[in-house]
Every structure is written in C-alpha cells, then in structure tokens.
C-alpha cells in the first residue's frame, strides 16, 4: 500500500510533498475541518504511521487517528474524525470511539500530550483488532472484531496543524531483532527474573507484596533504578521511588509478568515474559492502583506472605502489550500483558498476606459514565453528553439537574469539572447520589426540593432528603470553588460515600447509602458548565503513589537539619527546579531556568516548583528574565507543604486550597485566601532583571525578598520541609534561580511572631509584656483562623457560615490599653456584623458559643447599637452602631481606671458605653466575626493609652443615655384597628385579640429618607402569618373616631388609599401582587427582629430587617406618605426603635443635596437662602499616572482616551474627593462597534499601588460602582433601576459623582441630581471611571465646578429661567419650550422605533415642528438622563399634570400667535388618547373638534345637569340634533395613565420596516388647555383601584366644552 493521502479531504485541509504531507489552513483562526485519509484502504499488519510536524497553542486537544469503513471517495466529510459514523473507530486523546460514541477510557498514550517530531501509527491486525503505535511502541489492543476493507483516519484537530506521512508497511524485523538481543544481553547477566504474576487491575495485591514475593522466589535482591517517565507522560509514575532521600527499591532485573489467559484450573502456570520499559511502568501503577481498592474493599495489611486474590471476571489491563507473549484475551478486546481473566486462585497461606475482596459489580464493561439523555428543562448536554450545560444562565438560576446515565458501581470515581461560574446569583453547584431512577424522575427545580431516595453537598454541608444532617462536612465549600476545580464522588463498597475536592477525600459523608445509586449534579446559581473528567486516575494515582512512597520510605517528608543561610552552590545538594512543571511550563538550563515558551498565547499553567525542600533560614532567590505585555498580573512566589513529584499542578498556585503560601500582587495569600492586603513592594510592576525571594526562618516565619530588599514578615506558623514554589503568571515568561544569594541579615523582629505564653500564667497588670504584644488567641471559635502570627482573625466558609467565629485576645487588658482592630473583609450575604467587648472569662475557660452575646456571665458587648451585659440589653442607641461600619472602619475598645467601658470607632472616643466592671479583676477583648464581617486586623493602635479617661469628663449632651422609650421620637397614630391598644405614650402597639384588625400608623407624614422602625416585642406561634409593613397614602387623621371598626382587617385587604406593603417576602400595591421574593420574609420574624420602612429620595420604598437595607421595593412612591404595620398573625406586639430625622437631638441633619431652585418645578415653594450649604474650597482634579494598560492621558492628565480593545481602561483621580465637591466629566468619544459603555464610582483605598484589573466589576475591594441603571459594591449589585442606564448616554452627556456630608454618593447627569446611590462612603475616597465598550474617551469638566449648592450652580439655573416662566416661585415645565440639552439621548432606540412608525402614518410633515430638538423621549432611560420628575405644575393658578413615562412626543407646530403669547404659556397641559383613524382629521382642524372617531370624541348632549354634566340626547336616530343646541364635549386627563388606556387609546398593530418584528402602537395628544374652560370630574370607567397616585380618581377626568379652549401641542406614541 502507498503511503499517501487521499485527495479527497476536509475542507481546511491543504495537500503537498505528493499527497504526504497535510496542512490545516487557518490553523488560529479554525480547530477542525482538517480530516485525511488514507489513500487505500489498510492492509492487516500494515502500521499507518504519520509524524507530527506542526502545532499551535491556541486550541485544546490535537491529532486524533483512528480507521473507518467509508470511502473517502464519496464521503462528506464531517468537522472532526468523532463525527464519522458507518463502522469508524476513533483515538482522541486517551479514549477510544466507535461510531463517535466512546468504548474505551484510559487507553494508550495521551495523544493530546505528543509534540513536533513523535509519530502516530494505526494497525489493523490479523485477529481484526485495532492498535496504537507511538513512536514505534504498540499501545495494545483498542477495539476487536474490526471488518476488513478500512481506511486510515488521521484528524488534523486542535493544536495539530500539519502531519507527514513516514511509512505504511508492518513493524519491522529489525525492531524485534534489536529487542531480542537487548534481552539476551540482559540474561547473560548473573541477575534472577521476577516473575509477577499477571492479574487484572483491581487484584493486584499492591507492590509491596510483589516486592516480598521477588524475594520469596529467588532469595536475593538487587538494586535497580526506578524508570524515569518520559515528558510526554507526566501522570505516570514519579521521577524515583525516594525522591527525598534518593535511594532505589531492591528488586532484580529483568521484571517479568505471565499474562493469565483463561485458566481453567489453578494449576496452570504460564511461561514468563519480559516486559519493556512501558510495560513495567504500566504494572507498578496497576499494583499502586489494586492496592488503595484493596484499602477501599477491607484488604489487609501489606505483608510478605504472598498476594491473596478472589476469583472474579477480569477486564482491560493498563496499555499492556502483546509484544513477546502473544495476544492474549480476556473478556475484554485488550491484549497483552496485565489483561486477562482469573479462575478460582487460592492465596497461599502466608503472614500478614493481602487478601482482597470480591469488588460487587466490579469493572465488567467499559460503558463510560455519562451524562443521562433526561435532565433538567434548562440544561444542553454536549461533548457525547460529557458536557451540561446550564442555558440563559444570567436569567435562570435553576432547573439544571443532570443525572448519570447509569448506577455507580461500588469504588467507581464520579468526577466532574467546573468549567463556567457566573457572579451574579448565591449560591452555586451541588451534587450527590439519588436512588430515583432518572427515565422516570420528575425533574425538580433543584435537586434539594426531592424528599426522598437523595444525598447531596451544598455549600460545604450535607443534605438528606431535602434536610439538613451534616452542616460543616468539610472545610470546603462548593459555593466557593472557581472555574477548574474539580467535584467528585465514590460509593464504596461499604455503603460509605464520599467527597472528593480537586482529588482531596473529605472524608464519609454518609455511612449507609443504598446499593444502587445515580450520580446527580445540580448546576444551580453561579454554576453554568460541568465536564465529566474520565482520567481521574491521574490525580488519584499521584496520590495513591505518595501514601505506599511514604509506607515503603519511612524518611520521606522528614525535617532535614538547618542548613547555613548561603548553600554552596557547588554542592550536589543545589537548588533547581524539579522537571514536574505546569502544562505550559518547561525546564531548561539543568534545572536552573523555568519559562513559559508561548507566553503570549497563554497566561498561566507556568506553575514551577523547587526540586527539594527549603533548609530553614535558606533563601531562594529567582531573577526576572523575560516579560510580555500582553497580560494582566505577573509573577507570583512562595512556598508550599506538596512535593512536585506526586502535586498535580494547578493553573495558578493560588487556586491551591492547602499547605501553601505565596506573595501576589502586594498581597500575601494562604491556601487561596487573602491574609495580608497590603504587603511589600507589589510584583505586578516588576521588569526583566528583578529578583525576587523567599525564605522560612528557623522561628517558622515567612519573608519575601523584592530586589534583596526584606518586605518584612508574612507569615508565621509555616512548617519545615516546605517547596519554594514560582509561578510564572501573567506578564512573567522566564525566570531563572539565583545561586549567588547574597541579601542582608533578616531584622530580629521576634516582637512580629506569635507571643509564647503559658495559659496558665496570669496576665501582669504592672507591665513585664511589650506594648505592642497583643494578639488574637490561640484558642478561637469552630469558624476562626488566626493567620499573620496572631494578629489577624478570619471567617472561614464566609458565604456558607455566619457564626463561630469568636476571637479573644491573648491576654487581659490593662487599664487604659487600647485593643483596637480595623475591618478588612466584609460579605453582603448576612444581616449583623461585628460585635465586640470584653469579658472577665479566661480564654482555657471559655466553651466558645455560636455568639458571645450567648454568654450569660462576666461578658459586656457593643452588638449594633445595644450594649449587652451577660446576653441582655442594658442600653439602646450607643453612641455608634457596629452594623453600619465598612471596611477599612476601626473600632477600640478600652477599660478605664474606674471600671468605666469606653469604644473608640476611626480613634474617636463614643463616650462611656457602660459602668461598673470590676476593678482589678482581668478582663480580656472579645471579637465576634458574625454576619457581614469577615476578618480583622489588630492595629498598631493597640496598646495604653492616656488615662485622663479614667474620670470620665464626657458630658450627657455629647452621649445621651437613653431609657428604652424617651429617646424615641417616633409615635404611633391614635388611629389603628379595633384589636390594638396603644402603650407607652403611643412608642408601643399591642393586639389584645383575635388575629387580624391589628393595622397602625405612623403618628406624622414621614420624610424624605427617614426610617420608620419598630421592634418585635410578643409572637404567638398559633397563629399562621407575621407583620406586615409599608407606605400608605391614607392620612389618619382623616379616619373617624377610633376604634376603628371601619378599616380593613389587615393590610393585604386595603384598598381605600394607595398603599405599598410588604407582606413575608411579596411586596403588593392595593393587594396586588408587585414582586416575589424581595428580601428575608418577615414571616420568619420573632421577638428582638426589628424591621423599618422608609421613602427614599428617588421615589422608592425601602425595607430594612435589622438594620440592613433589603433594597428598594416598590418604585413611584407618592411623597406624603404615612408608615403602617400590620400586627397579623403570629407578631403581638411591637415597640418603636427609630428616631424623627428632625427630632433626634443628637444628630445634625446635612443641608439638601436637590438644587431645588433649579428644579423643573414640582416643588411648590421658594427656595430659601438660609438652606444652602457653605462653600467649600474646591480642588482641582485630575487624573492619575497609574492606570488601565490601553489608556493614554493627555491635556495635563484632564483628557483619558482608550487606545486598544475594548477594556483595560481603568481610571481613578489623582486627588481624593473632597465632600460636597462636585466631580463631572464628559464623555468626547463613542464608538458603536462594541456594546455596553463606561462605568463610574468611588474606591476607598489609595490607588497609587492600585493594580488595576481589566475592568472595574473585578475590583472588590471598597468599590462602590454604577453600572447601567444599577449599583455595585465590592461586585455585588445592591441597587436596582437608579437613574439613566449609563449605556445610553451619548456623546456630550456631563456625568458628575458628588459625596454630601452624610457620606452619600450621588449621581449628577447633565447636572441633575439622580438621588443616593451608595451610603456610608469612606473618607477619603476617590472617583473611578472605567472606559469599556462604546466609551473610548473623557475630559474632565473643570469650567464652573462649583460645590453643590453654591453660587455657581444657583446662577446657572437662574440664568436658565425667564420672569414668565415662574409662577409663584414655581419654574415652569420642560414641556413647553424644551432646552436644547433636555434631551440628551440621541441614539435611542425606543424613540427611534417611534419614529418609524410615525413615519407609518404618512401624516404631512408640515404639521410638525422642523427642530427635532422638541421631540422628547419618555422611555426610562431618557427621563431619567433629563432627570425629569414624574409630575409637575403649570399654569394659573397652577395645577399639577404627570409627565407621560413612556411614550415619545413628537412636537407639533405652533401658530405663530400663540407661540408669541405670553398669556398662553399660562395655560394647563392636558393629555387626550385617540385612535390613529382619527389622527389626520384632528390635525387637520388643529384641535380636539366633534366628529372625530376617537372614544374620547365628543358626543352630543342637550343640556347642562345640575352638577356641571351633561346627557346624552335619546332618541335622535331619526332626526339630526339641533347644531345650535349642541355642544362638543371632550374629554381630557392630566395624565396619560388614564387617557392611555386601552378603551381611549386602542392599539393597532405594525410591522417594523427595520427589524420586521410586530409590534403595537397606541396614539395621543398632549394638549394645552385654557384655565377656566374645563371642568374636573370623576372617571367612567368604573374603575376601582387608583388609576394614578397623584391624582384621585374622583378628579382624574376632564371635561371640556370651549373648542378654542384646547390647543394640541404635541403627539404622543407608545409602541409596545
């Protein structure tokens, strides 16, 4: 047969060199397509071999080669060999496929592992079996029963880009020749064979045994080397058997095994053959294997009397081969040696001998575990269903369960990998095993829904049946696993199931689980894509190696004795790197130079690691060779406990979740946790010729070297015998170890390490310990860790866990001493945050509870706003409340000499907090990490401090005590339901009866951002049902007389008013539905919950449930607004906690932010002077050097443009801002090739070593970000729909961020105030843009900066008002003559689909106004970028009407007279729904006449009633009504709510001529009317709810008969 290719190919495919040679066109840009074959079908024994010439990076997988039944002639070629069907076998990677459905796992040679040089041969053998040659080496048998006639397929997939063919012909004499004579040699040598006996995988009775039976057999033993493994197998056996000590395992040379064929009795004995190489390697793993299932199964100890074996049904050894034996089969189709079938072999009797037991329905096929074609209505399988897939992940967050197509069998590893997360929901994958046969589930929405037959693992907890039985089952948590680590799971033999976690077992999770059982995965919340992993064996192999290496070698792993700090280099006990290296590192210079050789295709997987363990007190010291600046990030060092011979490697050494420790960034990371934020010089800004280094003292602490400059100590605790470990990330490509190491002695600085104290030593009040010795204690709560020798407390599981975290000092205060800690990390999952205090228990004393405040003896706590002694209240309302702190916040706390109790929060004193502790007696600090609050950092503050405090001179003004109900200045109405009884001078409500009529108000209207809160006094758990809570706009003084027999029996069932509510976790307006599933259910309240409600600025209501902000519930609340409750249900009995904004004598209310004089108008007042706040020097602001990598500053730093791409343009100011100081710029540049546009917020933290990420939502560290119409902190939305979408603002629009003195971020756009977006902003803070998408540049506004309320500002909005337009004070509105700059949005696309249909209607254009700048725009985003408000006054006398959200106006031409009258822009607007058969005819006489077909036309009437309404005429079908007694009646609306409605407005349908989607369109007018010449009336629709908050329904029609009394001023369009 020629060795050539057929010219019939895949499409990509190019042919040369006569057919021999096959290149991939586009091999960057395209994966697959590139199919060959052979040009004649195979002949038996011929090897097809091809040798791999070139391959790219760019892709995963590669060559694939196999044979098919197709002739190529008339074939369509498919994308990739998998998708050959018709008789076609297939090797892709390890695997083998037949029909593109896979029959085989772990086979041969990883073919994705090859590289440029190694050849790949096909074979088809006499016997019709299916071989794989690599370089020259036969793989065994992949698949038997071949037909004949078959052509050879080689796929040119992935990184294979062009292969060559070398040969077609069978395995040459010369081959077998050349082996024969090396083991002739071999036999010529006075050395005795080994004869292991050859058994199947899994019988193996491990290698210890076949060391002892060598001995057994022969009597001697030899020394012979370890086989090294080539680089192209890197999860085969390790580089020696002793890496640590370097000795070798007694065994003699040559190794042979006798292939069992089917036995008939156990008698037989077959003939030895020699194994290769290959060969041996495959049996010494299979024994490593065999023995850890043996350990699974109940196996015996290792022992030396021979190998115990039970009969069973043999399967597929590993890549054994025929070669020297024969073929030899089993029930399986693999040949060779290790394969083969046991009858019933008795184990001799022997000391100690392994005797392993039957496996219950062991490995009887090779049917691979797969995903089950069933699964949940929102997961795609792919990948041969190795894949699932989780669709519209950003949508859904549920309904993706996945099951396995069929039972687990007893040892079997399910393992799956994480291949995509999403940050936007909580929670994240689960999985388990369910006895629910999956052709017959019901799939749930999520697997922990099921109530029987199901165990699964969420979080880090274990949930039977839907029920929580194990809450901390391990100390990881799958909520918290990131993209590549890898879940599994085993059922053993025993029943037991276990977790496994990046190949780590978590020990037993259930003891008994039934006998047959599916794995089941659920891809819930952040978890979109899971990949079944097939070669597990690698990692657990790696592992398996480690635990016999360490029973056979007793030394490894030990301490080695301490070396001097400077090793010689000539020794032979020389750093290097060890060759085991990550996927796209190599080694090169004998061990001294690691690199990444296509570091610009990839940016990480260059883990390295040292080739042995550090001596203490030695440095390691590698110098930067080689940078790319593609990337983000750079190199990363450190340290860890795993040895490189047996670690699989990582991506990155930070994803390592034990024994490790590395310096990255500026930051210090253990175990993939953040222990130190700022440390050191930060490595991202590093250059080619840097050095960096690491050393573990003798003291067992951590220092890392950055030019031979000490950055101090990063750890302490660190254990001997650890691995220096460098990870060439990022921007770092080559790095190469330093031997000439010569840095200046370490600093002393054992104050740094942890304080060695006896516990039962008492604490020296006079001194004897240093100032600056206090830390955390040793002894903690379940929860903490203590990290950075003492000094730093942490939450572990802080998503999954919100308690048991208590932290203590390590020894007692003394009088006067400071502990002052500051908050590093906080969560927004849990309501509550840090509580601190002091207690007078010793820590060896203290059983740690859940929360200190559990503690009922010798315990005083600050928790929120309440001081706590011995887990009761003594006081509400402190001088600060704990819950409201951020990060980077401080708080102290300090004993006086008096026994006075005083906390310092950012180092200011809040006065005494409580009296009265003991004197004398030791007390020692108390942290409690709850809820929100992650870690904390003891301060340098900490230590005495000056004792003028132990006389208190802080004055009652200053720290008001409070008793529980005079500080209160919030009272209930004496209005409420017929069931309540109001106590305590109105500060209480009671429900003496029943279970409902418990509604109460309010006693006054609230403000504007004032919280109304009340807390749970009673429950009565018979009833069904909690509080209710809310906004009503029903004045109770307007009820009658109390009782209140009249109202409503709860609040649900209100109707008289609007009323907003929340009611468990529904939020309802007039009872109707409104959102589900808004926050915490109040249902779930008991006594000591508080819960508040108040009415932002921006128009929405806000729950809040202990304190923390649910967000905003229900939007477009009326603004006199009354709070009500509903004691219903289970809640009795209430007390009031809040405080009137303007009657809290101990705050300052800030002046208004709203420049109310430049209002459009809805505030009927005059501004008053004396409101305005003073001036505050402004600063100038510019932008800093450090930045995003594609940004380019210019104009002195006032101009930022991105240059490249579309991110990295990452912005902050080079100055803080300053409060009240208003920072605006303007967006110059857009480009609308890409989607999505610039963010905008504040940071924290200084930026000057900022390392900035690729955009600002990766920043979560004290961000507080506007995205879209939405807010972010530290990447978690806590906001929705606050002002414009920040995607649509056009080139032109002038955003602004200003912070006020209450610490709120506000938005300005085009210099209108959207409201707060943010609280509680941290002083300093800077502003942060970041340049994504269409945004390309900025300049910063630095004309006119005016601080927010300041003269500057006034004059503008003056300058902007003419005499006419003010009415009382009141600025007339937008409507009538808008500012050009009004609407601001010029590619709108709402106003745009509009217009198309206008354009629709052919209506004459002369009928509109030629300046297009009067067409408005109402969409959401357009009014909020004008920062429009939803209703205004107009006119004389001035009356309110409702700006029409939603539609688009397009202006209408104005007579000439008209537009010159002043008189006219007194009139009143008005709206009028139409039809658009009525529009031409209307326009035509321009205004609203009799006749025109619209259902608010005018109807004839014959006179006037009584109150002001006219009848229709009856019976005037047969005669035509007087004209001089008729009377045009039309009807008008201040609002569009109503004349809008479908009944006045009807909808026609329209397909758009752009997108030819349909869609519906309604029509009207917005209409000018004459004051005097209507009359307001009632609806006639018969509506019951209130069609629109501002206006009652009783006077929400108007009716006009004057036809010059209306003048059509604009055309209303809403499209739908």
């Not at 050349?178 to 995988?201: F, I, N, Y």
């Not at 199901?454 to 194990?470: A, E, H, V």
């Not at 420790?661 to 700022?678: Q, S």
């Not at 450090?1186 to 002195?1196: P, T």
Request: charged letters at 20%; one cysteine or more; hydrophobic letters at 35%.
């Amino acid at each position: 047969m020629a060795a050539e290719l057929h010219p019939c190919s895949g499409k990509l495919i190019g042919l040369s060199n006569s057919n021999r040679t096959a290149q991939r066109n586009q091999p960057v840009q395209e994966f697959n397509h590139g199919l060959v074959l052979s040009r004649e079908p195979l002949k038996d024994r011929d090897v097809f071999t091809v040798r791999i010439d070139k391959k790219v990076n760019s892709w995963s997988g590669s060559i694939e080669i196999g044979v098919t039944s197709l002739d190529p002639a008339g074939l369509d070629f498919p994308s990739s060999a998998t998708g050959l069907k018709g008789g076609s076998w297939i090797v892709s990677g390890c695997s083998v496929l037949r029909d593109g459905r896979s029959v085989l796992e772990e086979y041969g040679r990883d073919l994705d592992q090859l590289s440029e040089g190694d050849h790949v041969g096909i074979q088809r053998s006499t016997h019709g079996e299916l071989h794989l040659w690599v370089n020259g080496q036969d793989c065994g048998a992949a698949a038997s029963g071949l037909p004949t006639g078959l052509w050879a397929v080689v796929d040119l997939y992935g990184k294979c880009t062009q292969v060559t063919v070398v040969s077609c012909e069978p395995p040459s004499l010369a081959e077998r020749d050349t082996e024969r004579e090396t083991v002739e040699e071999r036999e010529q040598e006075d050395e005795e064979e080994v004869v292991v006996c050859g058994v199947r995988e899994g019988e193996f009775g491990g290698l210890t045994s076949a060391v002892n039976l060598a001995a057994a057999t022969n009597g001697t033993l030899e020394e012979v080397p370890v086989l090294p493994p080539t680089h192209n197998r890197p999860d085969k056996f390790p580089n020696n058997l002793e890496p640590e000590t370097g000795k070798k395992i007694k065994t003699s040379t040559p190794i042979s095994v006798a292939p069992l064929t089917k036995c008939k009795s156990p008698s037989f004995s077959p003939s030895p053959i020699v194994l290769t190489e290959h060969q041996l390697f495959d049996v010494l793993n299979n024994a490593i294997v065999s023995l850890y299932r043996s350990e699974d199964n109940g196996g015996g100890d290792l022992g030396g009397g021979g190998i115990g074996r039970d009969s069973g049904t043999g399967s597929r050894g590993d890549r054994g081969s025929s070669s020297g034996g024969g073929s030899v089969n089993g029930n399986s189709s693999d040949s060779g040696g290790g394969t083969g079938n046991t009858g019933s072999v008795n184990s001799p009797a022997g000391g100690g001998g392994a005797r392993l037991g039957a496996v219950t329905g062991g490995m009887l096929t090779n049917d691979a575990l797969l995903f089950h074609e069933k699964c949940g209505t929102l997961i795609k399988l792919s990948n041969n269903n190795k894949t699932a897939e989780r669709r519209r992940p950003l949508d859904e967050f549920n309904n993706g369960v996945v099951m396995t197509n069929r039972p687990l069998r007893h040892n079997e590893m399910f393992e799956i990998r994480i291949d995509k997360l999403v940050d936007k929901w909580s929670g994240s994958i689960e999985i388990g095993v369910t006895t629910h046969n999956p052709n017959n589930l019901d799939y749930p929405a999520t697997m922990t829904n099921l109530r029987s037959g199901t165990i699964m693992m969420s979080g880090c907890g274990i949930l039977t049946n839907g029920k929580g039985t194990r809450r901390e089952y391990c100390e990881f948590s799958l909520d918290e696993l990131q993209e590549g680590d890898h879940i599994g799971l085993m059922h053993k033999a025993s029943g037991a199931l276990h977790f496994y976690i990046n190949g780590i077992d978590q020990g037993v999770a259930a003891a008994q689980t039934p006998a047959v059982v599916y794995a089941v995965v659920d891809l819930y919340g952040m978890a979109v894509k899971v990949t079944i992993v097939h070669n597990h064996n690698h990692s657990d192999r790696l592992r398996r190696n480690n635990a016999i290496m360490r029973a056979l070698s007793p030394d490894v792993g030990r301490p080695r004795p301490a070396h001097s700090l400077t090793p010689d280099p000539d020794t032979p006990d020389r750093l290097l790197f060890h060759s085991n290296c990550g996927q796209k590192a190599a080694i090169i210079s004998e061990g001294r130079t690691a690199l990444r050789p296509h570091a610009t295709d990839d940016f990480n997987h260059g883990v390295v690691l040292s080739g042995r363990p550090l001596h203490s007190n030695e440095v390691f010291q590698v110098r930067i060779d080689k940078m790319v600046d593609k990337w983000a990030g750079s190199i990363e060092i450190g340290v860890t406990t795993h040895n490189p011979a047996y670690l699989q490697l990582p991506s990155t050494m930070t994803n390592l979740r034990s024994g490790t420790w590395m310096m990255t960034g500026n930051g210090v990371m253990h175990n993939g946790t953040t222990i130190l934020d700022e440390y050191g010089h930060n490595l991202d800004r590093l250059k080619a010729g840097d050095t960096v280094g690491v050393v573990r003292k003798e003291d067992g602490s951590l220092h890392f070297f950055v030019n031979g400059v000490a950055q101090g100590p990063a750890a302490w605790n660190v254990p001997p015998s650890v691995y220096a470990v460098v990870d060439l990330y990022g921007q770092a490509a080559q790095a190469t170890i330093m031997d000439d190491v010569d840095l200046p002695p370490l600093p002393e600085d054992s104050s740094e390490g942890p304080t060695v104290m006896s516990p039962s030593s008492p604490c020296s009040v006079a001194g004897g310990n240093s100032a600056n010795d206090l830390r955390f204690h040793q002894l903690h709560g379940t929860n903490a860790v203590i990290t950075n020798g003492g000094r730093t407390a942490l939450r572990q599981n802080c998503r999954s866990e919100f308690n048991d975290a208590i932290v203590i000092s390590n020894r007692c205060l003394r009088d006067g001493e400071l502990f002052e800690i500051v908050i590093q990390k906080m969560v927004d999952r849990w309501s509550g945050s840090i509580e601190a205090g002091v207690t007078a228990i010793r820590p060896e004393e203290l059983e740690f509870p859940n929360t200190m405040t559990d503690i009922d003896y010798d315990t005083w706590m600050l928790s929120g706003t309440a001081i706590m002694q011995d887990g009761n209240t003594m006081r509400n309302n402190y001088g600060c409340d704990l819950d409201t702190l951020t990060t980077g916040s401080r708080i102290g706390m300090m004993r006086s000499a008096t026994g006075d109790l005083h906390y310092y929060i950012n180092g200011v004193d809040q006065g005494v907090a409580c009296t009265g502790l003991p004197p004398g007696k030791e007390v020692y600090a108390v942290i409690d990490l709850y809820g929100q609050c992650v870690q904390v950092s003891i301060t340098s503050s900490s230590g005495p401090q000056d004792n003028s405090l132990c006389t208190s001179n802080i004055t009652e003004r200053s720290f008001p005590i409070h008793s529980p109900v005079a500080g209160v200045a919030h009272r209930l109405h004496s209005k409420h339901g017929k069931n309540v009884v109001l106590l305590g001078e109105g500060c209480q409500a009671v429900r003496v009866g029943g279970y409902a009529h418990g509604i109460v108000f309010s006693a006054k209207e609230l403000k504007t951002d004032e919280l109304f809160e009340v807390k749970i006094d009673e429950v009565d758990d018979q009833w069904s049902g909690s509080l209710h809570m809310g906004l009503t706009t029903l004045a109770p003084p307007e009820l009658p007389s109390c009782p209140m027999s009249g109202l409503s029996p709860s609040l649900t069932q209100f109707r008289s008013k609007v009323t907003w509510l929340l009611a468990g976790s529904e939020v309802r307006r007039n009872g109707l539905l409104q959102r589900q599933n808004y926050g915490a259910s109040l249902d779930r309240l008991t006594v000591g919950n508080r819960v508040g409600v108040k009415r932002c600025s921006d128009d929405t209501m806000h729950v809040l449930i202990d304190g923390e902000d649910m967000g905003p519930a229900a939007t477009a609340v009326a603004k006199n607004v009354y709070a009500v409750l509903d004691l219903y249900g289970r809640v009795t009995a209430v007390s009031i906690v809040s405080s009137s904004v303007l009657e809290d004598a101990g705050s300052v209310k800030a002046p208004s932010l709203s420049s109310d004089s430049c209002s459009e108008g809805e505030e009927d007042r005059t501004p008053v002077e004396g409101d305005e706040p003073a001036l505050v020097p402004n600063t100038v602001m510019a932008f800093l050097e450090n930045h995003g990598k594609n940004i380019q500053l210019s104009h002195e730093n006032l101009t930022a443009a991105r240059v490249s791409s579309y991110n990295q343009g990452l912005l902050v100011t080079a100055q803080p801002l300053p409060r009240q100081q208003l920072f605006q710029f303007q967006i110059d540049r857009l480009n609308a090739s890409w989607t999505s546009s610039l963010s905008l917020g504040v940071i924290g933290h200084s930026p000057d070593r900022l390392n900035f990420p690729s955009t600002a939502c990766c920043l979560k560290r004290s961000v507080w970000l506007l995205q879209r119409d939405s807010v972010f902190h530290n990447s978690l939305k806590i906001c929705e729909n606050y002002g414009p979408n920040l995607d649509t603002c056009p080139e032109g629009t002038v955003l602004g961020l200003l912070v006020d003195g209450n610490s709120c971020l506000h938005l300005y756009v085009n210099g209108m105030d959207q409201g707060v977006a943010a609280q509680d902003i941290p002083t300093p803070c800077y502003p942060l843009i970041d340049l994504y998408g269409q945004c390309e540049q900025v300049t910063i506004v630095t004309n006119n900066v005016a601080t927010v309320g300041g003269e500057g500002i006034k004059a503008r909005c003056q300058g902007d008002m003419e005499k006419a337009d003010m009415v009382d004070g009141i600025k007339e509105s937008v409507c009538w003559m808008p500012h050009p700059e009004v609407n601001p949005n010029k590619t709108c696309e709402y106003q745009a689909l509009c217009s198309r249909f206008k354009d629709l209607l052919t209506l004459p254009d002369g009928y509109f106004n030629e300046d297009a700048k009067y067409n408005l725009c109402y969409c959401e985003s357009c009014h909020k970028l004008r920062g429009d408000e939803s209703y205004y006054k107009r006119g004389e006398p001035p009356r309110d009407y409702a700006l029409p959200f939603g539609w688009c106006r397009f202006a209408l031409r104005i007579k000439p007279h008209c537009d010159m009258s002043n008189s006219f822009k007194q009139w009143h607007i008005a709206y009028h729904g139409t039809s658009v058969g009525a529009l031409r005819r209307t326009l035509d006489h321009a205004q609203l006449l009799s006749g025109t077909s619209s259902i608010f036309s005018v109807s004839p009437v014959k006179t006037e009633g009584p109150n002001g309404y006219s009848e229709p005429e009856v019976n005037s079908s047969n005669s035509l009504p007087d004209r001089d007694r008729e009377v045009p009646r039309v009807q008008l609306s201040p609002t569009m709510r109503y004349s809008g409605l479908e009944m006045f407005a009807p909808k026609v349908q329209f397909r758009d001529p752009r997108s030819h989607c349909c869609h519906q369109a309604q029509v009207g007018f917005q209409v000018c009317v004459r004051p005097g010449s209507y009359k307001v009336g009632p609806q006639t629709l018969g509506a019951i709810e209130p069609l629109d908050p501002r206006f009652s329904n009783t006077e929400i029609e108007w009716i006009t008969k004057d036809q010059g009394g209306t003048l059509l001023y604009g055309l209303l369009i809403r499209v739908e």
